[in-house]
């Protein structure tokens, strides 16, 4: 079982900047693949960005390519997402998720997911 806690949503101007986390528990974090997908109001949950448990596979929807980056600290049992030059159409409830293989655009393949963080980028 993993659970997972997003955090560092929040309101910010167009062409700022946030950086969200997700702890993870449990020991067995570096195992899992991690993924953040975003959801906004009226619309589908969307991917965002992957990252493999050896960190040698990321992948980026093309619309956050050069404008998000993922990483994870495995030490630490946490997962980022920094991201810049956020837009308005960036809005959205943000959520991380574990996924045990490594299909990262396709939300049915992830088996944790977080209750999300709030991003609201203004104009």
């Known amino acids: 079982q993993v659970q997972l806690v997003e955090s560092g949503g929040g309101l910010v101007q167009a062409g700022g900047s946030l950086r969200l986390s997700c702890a993870a528990s449990?020991?067995?974090?570096?195992?899992?693949?991690m993924g953040w997908f975003r959801q906004a109001p009226g619309k589908e949950r969307e991917f965002v960005a992957a990252?493999?448990?050896?960190?040698?596979?990321?992948s980026y929807a093309d619309s956050v390519k050069g404008r998000f980056t993922i990483s994870r600290d495995n030490a630490k049992n946490t997962v980022y997402l920094q991201m810049s030059s956020l837009k308005p159409e960036d809005t959205a409830d943000y959520y991380c998720?574990?996924?045990?293989?490594?299909?990262?655009?396709?939300?049915?393949?992830?088996?944790?997911w977080g209750q999300g963080t709030q991003v609201t980028v203004s104009s």
């Open positions: 998720a574990a996924s045990k293989s490594y299909y990262p655009t396709h939300p049915h393949t992830y088996d944790y």
């Open positions: 990252i493999s448990w050896s960190e040698g596979n990321i």
């Open positions: 449990g020991r067995t974090f570096s195992s899992y693949a």
